[in-house]
């Protein structure tokens, strides 16, 4: 233990987090795109518009319905013989946004269903469009009840993306399996991982969670009376004098 | 067919809509005149709230005409529909808001976001300049003090209120209430028909679904009896209220008084 403390922690550790640093851009690039993958395949199985919905439900049945893993592998080897080939890296976001939007859509279906239609309605009647009645009124109030869906697929996919070290990507994991193959100090080495792996998700746990608390509606409220409401305060005192 | 008469903001000819076998509406045709106060009542399940919504193309009807301001919304008479939609149909919404039984504010924005809703969505105006409309309007319907307040904050009879003032912050050609007073505790409902009537007493046009006789009877100016998907009778207050020769309005009306009797309603047919 000792010698694991002073010795094996200060050689291996810096090596470790140049890995992690890379499981973070796999991460936060793979949220980003499937977080946009998941709106726009829930908005657009939600219209009305029926030519979409098919071709929508069958996306996300696949990307559901098949093992992340072979997923990747496929990506990452079957797709050059079809001649898409792409570096490591992005073949590895490519595979994780499609799994995580196709999943993510689900969440944000259910989410936009579960706000009140009066104010879809509402929003038609003074003759807003589709488009700003989703921008301005659903959406918003999707997000926050999403939110901790979201964090925990957000903490899934910091895990999950070790899986990408089976196509070559050099993230925290892969960097694991080489430093063993050159010490041979295999339990030592995955337990380091592993508690690398567990700060960082403990860690996005809590600001997800401290997201979460400051996107209520409760806390925009004390924001509002606060902040930003002097500026409109300034004009509306400014009106008592009007007729 | 009946030809618009000169000062109808809205007229609807010969409008009919199913929902699947469902006949909600039969060839119903009714004109709103600039400047006056409609109220449409009737049994419930009637369709009076299917029609209100026919107005502003909330729903579509199968077939007829409807046309607001000179501008025709929808037609479907013969061969060929042709159906205002996108901007034109936006455009007519936002000259004819609505205010719902449910309120239907955005949970998401507090009151004045939510006055300002149309002002700066719909009609693109600067927030700033907006904004002191707004205030005016906020104050005018009693609620000069809630700018910030979120819509759970509010009891139903504020809601309505902020409903009202989102709708005028459209400077609107005309008004449609749908029974806005019902999903309200009794004590609260005063207040709103109070707002209503003021909107009325300053010239607007209005259209008020509404179980609420009494309003019906002293502010309207036509009042159109909807049952069994259709217009039964439209008259004054007085043919309607005093008067009335339709046994199904008679019904209607009797019935109601004895309710009204046993519940102590203020708002009772006198």
């Known amino acids: 233990m000792q010698r694991f403390l002073t010795d094996f922690v200060p050689t291996y550790l810096p090596d470790l987090l140049a890995g992690a640093v890379v499981t973070l851009e796999l991460s936060f690039a793979s949220m980003a795109a499937g977080l946009l993958i998941g709106l726009s395949v829930a908005i657009g199985r939600l219209s009305s518009f029926r030519a979409l919905r098919w071709p929508l439900d069958a996306f996300v049945e696949i990307w559901r319905d098949v093992p992340l893993i072979v997923q990747l592998l496929v990506i990452y080897f079957t797709l050059p013989q079809l001649g898409v080939s792409l570096p490591a890296f992005w073949a590895a976001v490519v595979g994780l946004s499609l799994n995580l939007g196709a999943y993510i859509s689900e969440v944000f279906r259910a989410a936009i269903l579960s706000i009140d239609n009066g104010q879809t309605i509402a929003g038609r009647s003074i003759g807003m469009s589709?488009?700003?009645?989703?921008?301005?009124?659903?959406?918003?109030?999707?997000?926050?009840?999403?939110?901790?869906?979201?964090?925990?697929?957000?903490?899934?996919?910091?895990?999950?993306?070790?899986?990408?070290?089976?196509?070559?990507?050099?993230?925290?994991?892969?960097?694991?399996?080489?430093?063993?193959?050159?010490?041979?100090?295999?339990?030592?080495?995955?337990?380091?991982?592993?508690?690398?792996?567990?700060?960082?998700?403990?860690?996005?746990?809590?600001?997800?969670?401290?997201?979460?608390?400051?996107?209520?509606?409760?806390?925009?409220?004390?924001?509002?009376?606060?902040?930003h409401a002097k500026a409109d305060i300034a004009v509306v005192t400014d009106t008592k004098a009007l007729p | 067919m009946t030809a618009p008469l000169p000062d109808a903001i809205l007229s609807l000819v010969n409008v009919s809509k199913s929902f699947g076998a469902h006949r909600v509406l039969q060839n119903v045709s009714l004109q709103v005149m600039r400047g006056q106060v409609t109220v449409i009542i009737g049994p419930s399940g009637g369709g009076k709230s299917t029609l209100l919504r026919c107005f502003n193309l909330l729903e579509t009807p199968d077939s007829g005409s409807i046309s607001f301001d000179g501008v025709e919304l929808f037609c479907a008479e013969g061969a060929g529909t042709r159906h205002a939609r996108g901007a034109i149909q936006r455009k007519a919404r936002s000259e004819m808001p609505m205010v719902f039984q449910s309120f239907?504010?955005?949970?998401?924005?507090?009151?004045?976001?939510?006055?300002?809703?149309?002002?700066?969505?719909?009609?693109?105006?600067?927030?700033?300049?907006?904004?002191?409309?707004?205030?005016?309007?906020?104050?005018?319907?009693?609620?000069?003090?809630?700018?910030?307040?979120?819509?759970?904050?509010?009891?139903?009879?504020?809601?309505?209120?902020?409903?009202?003032?989102?709708?005028?912050?459209?400077?609107?050609?005309?008004?449609?209430?749908?029974?806005?007073?019902?999903?309200?505790d009794p004590e609260l409902v005063s207040g709103v028909l109070d707002m209503i009537k003021l909107l009325a007493d300053d010239g607007m046009t209005l259209v008020v679904v509404t179980h609420e006789m009494g309003f019906a009877r002293e502010l309207a100016t036509t009042v159109a009896f909807v049952a069994d998907g259709g217009i039964l009778k439209t008259g004054t207050p007085r043919e309607i209220f005093d008067n009335p020769k339709e046994g199904r309005v008679i019904d209607f009306l009797a019935r109601f008084r004895r309710e009204a009797g046993t519940r102590h309603d203020r708002t009772a047919p006198h």
């Open chain 1, 130 to 227: 589709q488009m700003q009645i989703y921008r301005h009124i659903v959406l918003p109030q999707a997000f926050v009840v999403s939110l901790p869906t979201l964090g925990g697929y957000f903490i899934a996919l910091l895990k999950d993306s070790s899986l990408v070290s089976f196509i070559s990507v050099n993230e925290l994991l892969r960097h694991g399996t080489i430093i063993i193959s050159s010490t041979f100090q295999s339990m030592q080495t995955y337990f380091l991982v592993a508690v690398v792996y567990f700060v960082m998700s403990f860690v996005a746990s809590r600001l997800i969670r401290r997201l979460e608390h400051s996107m209520s509606f409760e806390s925009r409220h004390k924001r509002w009376s606060g902040a």
């Open chain 2, 104 to 184: 239907n504010l955005f949970n998401n924005l507090n009151v004045i976001d939510n006055v300002l809703s149309g002002p700066i969505f719909v009609q693109k105006r600067a927030r700033r300049e907006a904004l002191e409309d707004a205030s005016r309007i906020l104050a005018r319907v009693g609620l000069h003090d809630k700018h910030g307040a979120f819509p759970h904050e509010l009891s139903g009879g504020q809601r309505q209120r902020v409903a009202i003032a989102r709708a005028l912050a459209m400077h609107p050609k005309m008004v449609l209430f749908d029974e806005p007073t019902s999903a309200l």
